[in-house]
């Protein structure tokens, strides 16, 4: 781990009481190096404010998160919610943490496994065939148990990264209403049951759509993300920063001037929430950045309440989802 990575991990550790005595030493010796005491002040003070802070308005995006950053690597995540903790410390929160692994248990019925992963999770899976297989939040993956002797296929039902090992046998993924023929590639891949599309984002190698009779659509190229609605109808191919379609099974999941209603779609899976709007301008506003998986919800909620001009409501509730409310602030005249 970098100097200024493990900086800010300890420093998180020390404002929210959870160092070693090991680690407080390490830290004191930071301290000492640079600038690294000032920040720190700064950062307790901000810590200090934010719990009876408003949110800020006309802030510097770009500036804001220039500031934010991290890199981490994750094999199995379990995402986890903490409403105990303010999100005190924007410039810390979205910084180093450690990932928890998380295993789901698969069960065999009637010739196939199955393997289903809660809402607010995630997990991974690697095949007979080699073929790693990243799961997110409410996604269920079913294959034969005969997998691999002479064909390849299983269904989706959710997100899913995959890798897909080399071999003559085509490896196909079963979606709604068409399927995605392989031999070997990197590529993800977002079929939800409950939408009305289906989505395809190529990293890596080459894809052949088909339909589920296994006759062939088209082809895909590397960067080229492809939507198929159910009915087959409208197919479109468009260019992509393939960064924002993959970066999830790293732990994060990065926005580059996307809707506040797209992501809450996407926080409303992580997180196991329900997140509602009392505009269509609260919906349309628009937000870049990082957000790390791990990172507790009110956490994630309370920075984008510092970036944008909105004002966030969280409701807990016993027993049904947690409720958020976001509304825009309007400025002043």
Do not use: C
């Not at 790390?292 to 004002?311: C, G, H």
């Amino acid at each position: 781990m970098e100097t200024r990575d493990k900086f800010w991990e300890l420093s998180t550790g020390k404002i929210f009481h959870e160092l070693s005595p090991d680690e407080e030493q390490e830290l004191m010796r930071l301290l000492e190096e640079g600038e690294n005491g000032e920040v720190f002040e700064s950062v307790e003070q901000i810590h200090e404010k934010l719990k009876k802070s408003h949110p800020l308005q006309n802030l510097s995006l770009p500036l804001s998160w220039k500031r934010i950053s991290t890199s981490m690597k994750v094999r199995r995540v379990q995402l986890y919610r903490s409403v105990m903790k303010y999100a005190a410390i924007l410039l810390v929160a979205f910084l180093a943490g450690i990932l928890v692994k998380s295993q789901f248990p698969s069960t065999g019925i009637s010739g196939y496994t199955e393997l289903k992963v809660p809402l607010g999770q995630m997990s991974e899976v690697t095949l007979s065939d080699g073929t790693h297989i990243w799961l997110n939040s409410g996604t269920t993956l079913k294959y034969p148990n005969s997998f691999g002797d002479d064909s390849r296929d299983i269904s989706l039902d959710g997100e899913a990264f995959f890798k897909v090992e080399h071999s003559k046998v085509p490896f196909v993924v079963k979606l709604k209403k068409s399927e995605v023929e392989v031999l070997g590639t990197s590529f993800n891949v977002v079929s939800y049951a409950e939408e009305n599309s289906s989505q395809v984002t190529l990293v890596e190698g080459s894809v052949q759509i088909n339909t589920l009779e296994g006759k062939a659509i088209t082809r895909i190229k590397p960067s080229e993300q492809i939507n198929i609605p159910d009915n087959l109808e409208g197919i479109s191919i468009r260019t992509v920063n393939t960064d924002f379609y993959s970066s999830w099974i790293d732990g994060k999941i990065e926005f580059d001037e996307e809707r506040l209603a797209d992501i809450a779609f996407r926080l409303e899976r992580w997180y196991n929430v329900k997140i509602s709007f009392t505009s269509k301008d609260a919906e349309n506003l628009r937000f870049s950045g990082t957000i790390l998986k791990n990172k507790p919800f009110d956490q994630i909620i309370k920075a984008i309440s510092l970036l944008l001009p909105v004002e966030i409501k969280y409701k807990n509730n016993l027993g049904i989802k947690d409720e958020v409310i976001i509304s825009k602030i309007e400025k002043p005249m």
